[in-house]
């Protein structure tokens, strides 16, 4: 944790230096979170029946895919 008193936040430091093309961290790809994987998810129905908050036409509407299936995976 970094800062001081209530004003503390995760992060890292590196204690070497790090050079051009470097990995830093490895995620596997079944592990990534993004708007396909979210949107053919169990709430894949929701996104299909409403589609002037969840469409492609619409602004944001794929950051409101992420948001909603982020919401759900936080509450479980």
Known sequence: ???KGKNTYPGMLAVD???Q???IVK????LLINTK?????EL???FRDNPKVFG???YHGDDN??????LHEIQK
């Open 1 to 3: 944790m970094f800062g």
């Open 17 to 19: 230096d790090i050079k």
């Open 21 to 23: 093309g470097d990995t």
């Open 27 to 30: 995620v596997p790809s079944k």
């Open 37 to 41: 994987k979210a949107y053919y998810s």
């Open 44 to 46: 894949n129905h929701i």
């Open 56 to 58: 492609a036409h619409v």
């Open 65 to 70: 895919v992420l948001y909603a299936f982020l």
